[in-house]
């Protein structure tokens, strides 16, 4: 079961660190995702990490921005977001699927149907 924490209010500009934990998994075997969805809006990828932490991929709309990590001692992914936008306010979610590399992105990680595990999501409300 995946847990999400971090999300708050912060002003234009601001940054907030999002984690996402799990436990009674063997967290090590799982590529890991963030994805958002803004009212009205569709479920959108965000970030994307492997197995191994070594590889990760963004959305276009956030690249250079946020930052993913994982730790797999602590079964824990993170979200780093900097210099936030108004447009980054949604209910960000974590996600996980089984990926057969421990290095490498593995086709289909920007699809949300790719991700059989989600956690509950946490608010991020960017004010201009």
């Known amino acids: 079961q995946l847990q999400a924490s971090g999300g708050g209010l912060v002003q234009a500009g601001g940054s907030l660190r999002l984690s996402c934990a799990t436990s009674?998994?063997?967290?090590?075997?799982?590529?890991l995702g963030w994805f958002r969805q803004a009212p009205g809006k569709e479920r959108e990828f965000v970030s994307t990490?492997?197995?191994?932490?070594?590889?990760?991929d963004y959305a276009d709309s956030v690249k250079g921005r946020f930052t993913i990590s994982r730790d797999n001692t602590k079964n824990t992914v993170y979200l780093q977001m900097n210099n936030l936008e108004p447009e980054d306010t949604a209910v960000y979610y974590c996600?996980?699927?089984?990926?057969?590399?421990?290095?490498?992105?593995?086709?289909?990680?920007?699809?949300?149907?790719?991700?059989?595990?989600w956690g509950r999501g946490t608010q991020v409300t960017v004010s201009s």
């Open positions: 996600a996980a699927r089984e990926s057969s590399s421990y290095s490498h992105l593995v086709t289909g990680y920007a699809s949300a149907n790719r991700y059989p595990y």
């Open positions: 990490i492997s197995r191994s932490g070594s590889n990760t």
């Open positions: 009674g998994v063997s967290f090590s075997r799982y590529a």
